[in-house]
């Protein structure tokens, strides 16, 4: 329809060159403008810095006695702390750690034998174990069983049967005295 | 259409189920439009990148935004501090309220101008009315959100426009509210409405193109494109033209955003809610100042006419009368440049609008209420009167044969768009002024200007002001301890200074609630357990939180640093002042109830220097400053990358828009 100007020569090369230098110049800057302008959107579902700043945990550990569990809340997650008894130790020390799924050795998980510290969030897909009540089913290992899929976790808190793929992970802690942990 | 062809598979493949190929390469490539098309057809497409901008920096917005009274405001300040870029995406939004009004007020205005509501465009003209109107819901429910003083006043005038209507009004009002006031059910509507007609925007705009599409563009000439050689295709001449009108505007739109963030808004709206006290000057914002005007305009009862009823009928139709403009204007002549006569009057129109915004912004006081009473009658008599007789009377010059040339270069547009500008400035700013001019420091603060930033000396030096002496009364609650780590404090400082205060555990074992010592992860702890404590603490008066103080007050910076040493031992002849308040010149009314709250040497600096009242002022102020907007220095640095970007983009679209544009001129 209006093909006449849409056709129309460029009145030289060095015209159709100057075109398209400023064509792919214009076009290459403003695709990287975009790109870069994407990124606070982006970065605005990242957590924020109030949320980064409710990082760490104090637990007071005086009160669990051997054998007992304790779930504390640690970045909106439980986070499991366990006062493991010798037993427990003992079968979780003996394990061939090359037959496991995701091989570890208790000592690597751990800072003082008788103090487990885990996130308890199945690593399957996110559901949180039983095992932290007396009453609780704690799998074949004597640790925790995910009752969603059927994960079971020995007493260092590795997996051992089903469908999960890693251990239950260590979170960052330290004993701030022998009675409290700080965890994160 | 039916002619489109690919050399690729795929894209044949589509077309033949969906023929998006065809439509894009029919409506957004070919699509002819009128080759002398000004800069003034720029505003539609720059309407559109901006609804997209809004869109888009909304729906970031609310994933972090929080709908209920006790939540809302401090949500908001969480999205400026705390959340990444947050203070960047709500500045976007809240200015790109006020540009996306500005881009549709040149575009309707240039409709009016060129008569692009005449036949065959009346539907195309009623969408956008529809759309404006969408506009101006979407924009009010949206400045409630924050849950300041401005949106809950604008909110409760705005709702009790509907309890004009006699019968059914209050019924309407409730039903608005969903209580007997507004309050929670309310904000939570409101926002769900907010977030709803943006979509429902997006929807007419579709409509809008499809209509124009149908019966093609105006042109300056306002004369129908006669055959080809009248037309050229929307790609490359338009897409191009568009994209260099869209950098230029970006830099315009985006140095409000990174160096005058709240320029189009109202301090009192940096104070929370308080359904019990109105502030002593509400305005709504200046997009709907010229309506607000005519609201106000009728004073005098009639018989079964009320006077607030016939503002209210007149407010409205005010905007409805624009839908009779195609048949109000009896002219077939379309543009305004071959109308001797319209064109004054649509120029008296538009001077006529600006004043009624004038007007609406100020107090209806004396003189400016008849102003806004003349104004009034004469924007009605422009559409009832005006228009009707102009197109019987008036004798148009010759129409030409066929388009030729555009008229308006970029440069009158760039001047036009400053003298607006100015206008709306003036407007914005139009409310602040009253009381004594406001003390300045010798030196300027540290942090004015295109490129300055916060003292970081002085922010620590405030710091200890307002550790030392403000905090034993005001609190801070928007302020965490770990935010002080941004004015370089070290990370066993900040413990310090938090571990002095102690806030309520979480409940033990036994389930009983004791203290442990603040983290640095806490909120500044207030000095008093709640309002009511720090009432009976300080005679009645409650000291206000500090956090926004800066930005909370019109000229927030001098206004503090004004009032910080504008006390005097007596209250000077003839200002009597109430028994346990102080003189002060800065304070609305004189009375404070803080006694003087600095001299020399009230703090001893750690950094040696000497702490004359004069410095002690400018600390406090830099530090308060740096409390409401702590973004300040990544806002400003961040701009100027910005805008250098900016600069060499919108350079190099203007040179591949005269490349392109070459073999047409």
């Known amino acids: 329809m209006a093909d006449q100007a849409h056709n129309a020569q460029p009145s030289s090369v060095d015209g159709q060159t100057r075109r398209d230098f400023l064509l792919y110049a214009t076009a290459g800057v403003g695709v990287i403008g975009t790109g870069l302008a994407l990124w606070p959107f982006v970065h605005s579902m990242n957590p924020a810095a109030d949320t980064l700043a409710l990082s760490t945990t104090d637990v007071d550990i005086s009160t669990i006695k051997p054998g007992q569990s304790v779930t504390v809340v640690w970045r909106g997650k439980p986070v499991f702390v366990r006062h493991r008894l010798p037993e427990e130790i003992a079968t979780a020390e003996q394990a061939a750690s090359a037959d496991l799924r995701d091989p570890q050795k208790d000592a690597d998980r751990i800072k003082k034998p008788e103090w487990l510290i885990l996130v308890g969030v199945c690593t399957h897909l996110g559901c949180v174990p039983l095992g932290q009540k007396p009453a609780d089913p704690r799998g074949e290992f004597g640790g925790w069983f995910c009752p969603c899929h059927g994960s079971h976790y020995d007493t260092s808190g590795r997996i051992r049967k089903g469908p999960a793929p890693k251990n239950l992970p260590v979170p960052p802690y330290q004993f701030t005295s022998d009675t409290t942990v700080r965890i994160g | 259409m039916s002619d489109f062809k690919s050399n690729n598979k795929v894209v044949n493949w589509i077309e033949e189920r969906l023929p998006v190929f065809s439509m894009m390469q029919h409506s957004a490539i070919e699509y002819p439009t009128p080759r002398n098309l000004n800069y003034w057809w720029n505003f539609g497409s720059l309407a559109a990148v901006m609804l997209i901008i809004m869109i888009l920096t909304g729906l970031f917005l609310a994933m972090n935004y929080s709908s209920h009274t006790s939540l809302a405001f401090d949500s908001v300040e969480r999205i400026m501090r705390d959340v990444n870029y947050g203070w960047l995406l709500r500045y976007l939004h809240a200015n790109g309220a006020s540009m996306f009004f500005i881009l549709v007020y040149i575009h309707i205005f240039r409709g009016l101008y060129y008569g692009s509501y005449k036949a065959p465009r009346e539907i195309l003209w009623f969408i956008g009315i529809a759309i404006y109107l969408a506009m101006m819901a979407t924009g009010f429910m949206g400045y409630v959100l924050p849950w300041g003083q401005m949106s809950f006043w ?210 209806a ?177 409650l000291p206000p939180d500090l956090s926004l103080m800066a930005k909370a007050r019109v000229a927030g910076p001098y206004y503090v640093y004004s009032l910080m040493l504008g006390y005097e031992d007596a209250a000077p002849e003839g200002h009597p002042i109430p028994e346990g308040k102080f003189f002060n010149h800065y304070f609305p009314g004189n009375a404070i109830s803080m006694p003087a709250p600095i001299m020399d040497d009230i703090v001893s600096y750690t950094d040696g220097t000497k702490a004359t009242k004069e410095q002690v002022a400018t600390d406090i102020v830099t530090f308060l400053n740096w409390a409401a907007e702590p973004e300040l220095d990544a806002r400003k640095s961040m701009g100027v990358k910005v805008m250098v970007f900016l600069g060499v983009l919108t350079a190099l679209m203007f040179a591949l828009k005269r490349q392109i544009w070459k073999d047409l001129h």
């Not at chain 2, 990174?258 to 940096?270: I, K, L």
């Not at chain 2, 914002?285 to 016939?310: G, S, V």
């Not at chain 2, 003390?439 to 603060?445: D, L, Q, R």
Request: some cysteine; proline content about 8%.
């Open chain 2, 365 to 541: 006081e004396g003189f400016l209420v008849t102003l806004g009473q003349m104004c009034t009658a004469y924007y009605f008599a422009h559409f009832l009167i005006i228009l009707p007789i102009l197109g019987k009377i008036e004798k148009a010059k010759p129409l030409p044969a066929s388009i030729s040339q555009p008229v308006v270069k970029a440069a009158a547009l760039i001047a036009m768009i400053m003298v607006g500008l100015a206008g709306f400035g003036g407007e914005a700013q139009a409310n602040s002024g009253e009381g004594p001019a406001l003390k300045k420091p010798a030196t300027a603060f540290s942090w004015e200007g295109v490129f300055g930033q916060y003292d970081k000396a002085a922010l620590k030096r405030g710091w200890q002001v307002f550790h030392d002496v403000c905090s034993n009364c005001h609190a801070m609650k928007l302020v965490a301890y770990r935010n002080l780590a941004d004015i370089g404090f070290t990370a066993d400082e900040i413990k310090a200074f938090a571990a002095e205060k102690e806030v309520p555990a979480e409940p033990n074992d036994e389930g009983v609630v004791v203290n442990r010592p603040a983290r640095a992860s806490d909120r500044i702890v207030a000095p008093f357990a709640n309002d009511k404590a720090a009432q009976a603490a300080n005679g009645g008066a």
């Open chain 2, 154 to 363: 604008g909110a409760t005038v705005i709702t009790n426009l509907f309890s004009a209507f006699p019968v059914v009004g209050d019924f309407i009002v409730t039903l608005l509210w969903g209580g007997f006031s507004v309050d929670n059910p309310t904000l939570n509507r409101f926002f769900a409405l907010h977030f709803l007609l943006p979509f429902i925007i997006v929807g007419l705009v579709v409509l809008h193109v499809w209509a124009l599409h149908t019966v093609k563009s105006n042109n300056p000439l306002g004369i129908d494109m006669k055959g080809p050689q009248d037309s050229i295709p929307f790609h490359p001449y338009y897409t191009i033209k568009d994209l260099f009108g869209i950098g230029l505007f970006l830099m315009f739109y985006l140095a409000f955003v990174f160096w005058a963030p709240n320029f189009f808004g109202e301090p009192d709206n940096y104070i929370p809610a308080n359904p019990m006290v109105t502030p002593p000057h509400i305005v709504p914002e200046w997009y709907y100042l010229p309506f607000y005007a005519i609201l106000r305009a009728f004073t005098f009862d009639l018989p079964l006419l009320p006077a607030k009823l016939q503002g209210v009928l007149a407010m409205f139709s005010a905007i409805l009368i624009l839908f009779a403009l195609p048949w109000l204007d009896t002219s077939k002549v379309r543009s305004a440049k071959f109308r001797p006569l319209y064109r004054q009057f649509f120029w008296l129109f538009l001077a006529n609008a600006l004043v009624l915004g004038y007007v609406g912004g100020k107090p």
